[in-house]
C-alpha cells in the first residue's frame, strides 16, 4: 500500500542535542508538510516543500529546518531542542492537482526531551 | 483569516448511541472541508472530505454534509461503536496547488463506553 512513514516512532534526545526526524512517501506526491502537535492541540504546521521550494511558516523557531533531497524523503531537523519541543512530530503529503486533494499523514514520531 | 470552529468536549456516549460533533467555519473563498480522525498515538486519518457546497461526504458510518449558508460541516453517525473513540478535527483547505494548507479545529475527544 501507498502510503507516509515516519521513522522513528519514538525519539528520546538530550536537552541542546541535535536530532534529526525522518519522511518516507510512496504516494510520490509533490507537496510535503511537517506539523507540531503538542498534547490535546491541533497540529501546528511548521513548513512545507512544494517540489524543492520551501514554504516556512512565519512563526517556525530558526530552531527548525528541513531538507528535502528527493521527492520520496523528507527531514526535520531540530538544531538545539529545548524542553518546550517535546511533541508529537507529523508528516503529510498531497497531491496539488485536481480539487483539494487531502493530506495523507504518517503515524508521527514522538519526541521526548530529557 | 480561515478558522474552524469546533464545539468543545470531550464527549462520552454509550455504545449504539448517536453522535454529533458540531463544526462550523469561516473562509474567504471557497474550501473544500474535511474530517480527519486520530486514534491514540497514530497521526491523523481522512475520514471524510467534501469540495462544494451541498455535497455529503461519508465513510464508515459517518456523514457530513457542506452547508454553506449556514458555514457548517456537522460529523453524525447513527450508532457508534467503542472503536470510534479517538480525537476528531474538522479542517479546511482554502486554496489549490503549492500553497494549499489546512487549517484545523481544535479536535473533539470522543469516548464511547461499552
Known amino acids: 500500500d501507498a502510503m507516509v512513514i515516519q521513522n522513528p516512532r519514538y525519539q528520546v534526545t538530550q536537552f541542546g542535542k541535535p536530532v534529526t526526524l525522518s519522511c518516507s512517501q510512496t504516494?510520490?506526491?509533490?507537496?510535503m508538510y511537517w506539523y507540531q502537535q503538542k498534547s490535546s492541540q491541533a497540529p501546528k504546521l511548521l513548513f512545507h516543500?512544494?517540489?524543492?521550494?520551501?514554504?516556512n511558516e512565519a512563526d517556525t523557531p530558526d530552531n527548525f529546518q528541513s531538507r528535502r533531497p528527493n521527492t520520496s524523503f523528507c527531514f526535520l531537523d531540530i538544531r538545539s531542542p529545548g524542553l518546550g519541543d517535546a511533541a508529537m512530530y507529523l508528516c503529510?503529503?498531497?497531491?496539488?492537482?485536481?480539487?483539494?486533494?487531502?493530506?495523507?499523514f504518517g503515524d508521527g514520531t514522538r519526541l521526548s526531551i530529557l | 483569516g480561515d478558522s474552524v470552529t469546533q464545539m468543545e468536549g470531550p464527549v462520552t456516549l454509550s455504545e449504539e448511541a448517536f453522535l454529533t460533533i458540531n463544526c462550523t467555519y469561516t473562509?474567504?473563498?471557497?474550501?473544500?472541508l474535511f474530517w480527519y480522525v486520530q486514534y491514540p498515538g497514530e497521526g491523523l486519518q481522512l475520514l471524510l472530505k467534501?469540495?462544494?457546497?451541498?455535497d455529503k461526504g461519508s465513510n464508515k458510518g459517518f456523514e457530513a454534509t457542506y452547508r454553506k449558508e449556514t458555514t457548517s460541516f456537522h460529523l453524525e453517525k447513527g450508532s457508534v461503536q467503542v472503536s470510534d473513540s479517538a480525537v476528531y478535527f474538522c479542517?479546511?483547505?482554502?486554496?489549490?496547488?503549492?500553497?494549499?494548507?489546512?487549517?484545523f479545529g481544535k479536535g473533539i475527544t470522543l469516548s464511547v463506553r461499552p
Open positions: 503529510a503529503t498531497s497531491n496539488p492537482y485536481g480539487s483539494n486533494q487531502p493530506q495523507h
Open positions: 504516494l510520490n506526491h509533490n507537496v
Open positions: 516543500y512544494y517540489d524543492k521550494d520551501f514554504n
Open positions: 473562509a474567504t473563498g471557497y474550501p473544500s
Open positions: 467534501a469540495t462544494k457546497a451541498d
Open positions: 479542517a479546511l483547505s482554502d486554496r489549490v496547488g503549492a500553497n494549499s494548507k489546512l487549517t
